[in-house]
T-cell receptor, first 110, second 114 residues
Framework: GQNIDQPTEMTATEGAIVQINCTYQ??????LFWYQQHAGEAPTFLSY????GLEEKGRFSSFLSRSKGYSYLLLKELQMKDSASYLC???????????FGQGTELSVKP | KAGVTQTPRYLIKTRGQQVTLSCSPI?????VSWYQQTPGQGLQFLFE???????NKGNFPGRFSGRQFSNSRSEMNVSTLELGDSALYLC?????????????FGNGTRLTVT
């Protein structure tokens, strides 16, 4: 079956670091994506991992371990505007199809 | 470069009616996918089109259908609407079907069925 798990909610403080975890069990694997979605807006692409290891992009980093079926998104120097839902998605072997987790609602407090 | 454009933004329909949603991908993008987003189920894959051909279909009933035109624009249709079809319908485009091609989403069409 296809299953992607991530925490439902997280709270963090402005200026801090937060790690959002994602575990997956899918029939195929062709890469893992992270998206950010603000309320009422479209999901926007943050990162892509297909090989094990860490990908860094400014304040955001994403890590992948294929053997463990595990990824995390690391957000540094949190800002209020980072309050949003963060979606983990796996591309299986079938072209453009992405399988999404339920999303993690992150609240950044002052 | 203009992003993915979806029309209309909001739609209210009655049970039993049908609806057509439209999506214009980013210029040059040839793959278009459709997703349904609800609070309970999250983002669920509906279908994917590339070069006017359906390449993938999700686990939705036959009332949900779509098509892609030669200019890559896409439409999806839902017939015999049910209350449970109320959702945000998101269209996404990508350059091609390569594994590292991210999806770029439109702002969606919010469908309410009464």
């Amino acid at each position: 079956g296809q299953n992607i798990d991530q925490p439902t909610e997280m709270t963090a403080t402005e200026g801090a670091i937060v790690q959002i975890n994602c575990t997956y069990q899918t029939s195929g694997f062709n890469g893992l994506f992270w998206y950010q979605q603000h309320a009422g807006e479209a999901p926007t692409f943050l990162s892509y991992n297909v090989l094990d290891g860490l990908e860094e992009k400014g304040r955001f980093s994403s890590f992948l371990s294929r053997s463990k079926g595990y990824s995390y998104l690391l957000l540094k120097e949190l800002q209020m505007k980072d309050s949003a839902s963060y979606l983990c998605a796996v591309r299986d072997n079938q072209g453009g199809k992405l399988i999404f987790g339920q999303g993690t609602e992150l609240s950044v407090k002052p | 470069k203009a992003g993915v454009t979806q029309t209309p933004r909001y739609l209210i329909k009655t049970r039993g009616q049908q609806v057509t949603l439209s999506c214009s991908p980013i210029s040059g993008h040839r793959s278009v996918s459709w997703y349904q987003q609800t609070p309970g189920q999250g983002l669920q894959f509906l279908f994917e089109y590339f070069s006017e051909t359906q390449r993938n279909k999700g686990n939705f009933p036959g009332r949900f259908s779509g098509r892609q035109f030669s200019n890559s624009r896409s439409e999806m249709n839902v017939s015999t609407l049910e209350l449970g079809d109320s959702a945000l319908y998101l269209c996404a485009s990508s350059l091609d079907r390569g594994p590292n091609s991210p999806l770029h989403f439109g702002n969606g069409t919010r469908l309410t069925v009464t």
